[in-house]
């Protein structure tokens, strides 16, 4: 018994210290959470703002119920208790109780569904929108695709910003910044004042696309798609989370959300198409080994170092690549097989999406990396070639 109380003592201390450090560090994140945090977020769009309204009125309508029907109830108990001699009146199949109660209860039903109906339909009426985006999940990043609208063609991924990701491994938060876990390297970027068509789809398991400022949440589901939309009305960055429990990394896969002026909207615009044909890298082009490695190293970076560790060693189920004889191997065939279609089920995930170059990369750099010396290089057009089998 007392070493039980013991050990809860010094788990209490431990949580206690813990709250504790964690508090002096942590500060708002506008358009984010916010410390104690108890409301809503403040909402920016028109939809966000019913949904608080709606909130509101009907937490009151309850708590006003509430305290309404138990005072009368606590008191006419108090009041005609039996000590006092009380005699229980007898008002079996009164028509008129009965009619009050169902007819006061079906006025304040409707009263809440009218509004709450309103801003249902709303919130489903994706037409009209100036600007399609689909997003994807992944397990475990978001894809986001620019269809139509300026920007169409546009199309990257999003992922989390991988000094959070150790951070978070390595447990050591006191220096953790405002939007610790909710930093991604490409934010999702749209214009102020636009009805902004979401389509979500994912690639592997259910998630969720969820801004709360924005007041949407939606189910991302493989081989279907879903839409909701939004239009900001205020310029700044938001900040959401998949909302649907997707596996082991659920916690790392961040929604950043850029609201800009619509002239910064163009601008960027203008900018990502720059960039985006800068990088359209030709599969046919012959890489030096030190070029090629070099590119590897941050392919790797972004894509494996989170499982299979910066140092190659993996950990528990995930295999090392230090070492590994696929990765020495002189066939490159069956490595790039196990990059391309991933391995164990999906433990290993399929780096399809990524592009012939990015992966010829990642494998040279393996091949090059940690003790793994072998002068093995893999150029894109073996990737093309793999990809067909
Ligand atoms: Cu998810």
Redesign the pocket.
């Known amino acids: 018994m007392k070493s039980i109380s013991n050990k809860l003592a010094s788990l209490l201390l431990i949580a206690g210290t813990w709250v504790g450090g964690v508090a002096h560090a942590v500060q708002d994140l506008p358009g984010g959470p916010a410390v104690n945090q108890l409301n809503l977020h403040p909402p920016v769009t028109k939809i966000a703002e019913e949904q608080h309204f709606l909130h509101w009125m009907m937490l009151i309508i309850c708590t006003v119920i509430f305290v309404a029907v138990f005072s009368v109830m606590f008191y006419s108990i108090w009041k005609h208790r039996q000590s006092k001699g009380a005699k229980a009146a007898n008002f079996h199949e009164s028509v008129t109780v009965e009619v009050v109660w169902t007819i006061i209860p079906f006025i304040i039903v409707i009263l809440m569904a009218l509004p709450a109906t309103k801003v249902l339909v709303a919130q489903k009426d994706t037409t009209n929108a100036d600007l399609t985006i689909k997003t994807t999940?992944?397990?475990?990043k978001w894809g986001y695709d620019y269809i139509t609208g300026e920007g169409e063609g546009l199309a990257f991924i999003s992922t989390l910003d991988s000094s959070h990701r150790v951070m978070s491994d390595s447990g050591n938060v006191k220096e953790a910044p405002a939007n610790y876990l909710l930093k991604v390297d490409n934010p999702m970027v749209v214009p102020v004042n636009k009805k902004i068509r979401i389509i979500t789809t994912?690639n592997d398991?259910?998630?969720?696309f969820m801004v709360p400022a924005f007041g949407i949440k939606q189910d991302?589901i493989p081989g279907f798609v879903r839409d909701t939309w939004f239009r900001a009305e205020k310029i700044g960055d938001y900040y959401g989370q998949?909302?649907?429990?997707?596996?082991k990394?659920?916690a790392y896969?961040p929604i950043h959300v850029k609201v800009v002026s619509a002239e910064d909207y163009t601008a960027w615009v203008a900018d990502q198409k720059k960039k985006a044909a800068a990088k359209l890298d030709d599969p046919t082009k012959v890489w030096t080994l030190e070029d090629i490695v070099k590119r590897g190293e941050k392919v790797y970076a972004a894509n494996c170092a989170a499982c299979h560790q910066a140092n190659g060693k993996g950990a528990g189920p995930i295999k090392p690549l230090d070492g590994a004889a696929v990765v020495l191997d002189a066939d490159h065939a069956k490595q790039i097989q196990i990059v391309l279609k991933g391995a164990a089920n999906g433990a290993m995930p399929a780096w399809g999406q990524l592009s012939d170059t990015d992966i010829a990369a990642v494998v040279s750099y393996t091949k090059n990396n940690w003790s793994n010396k072998t002068g093995q290089l893999v150029q894109p057009s073996e990737v093309v070639a793999q990809r067909g089998k």
């Open positions: 999940g992944y397990q475990w994912a398991v259910i998630h969720a991302a998949c909302a649907e429990l997707c596996g990394e659920h896969m």
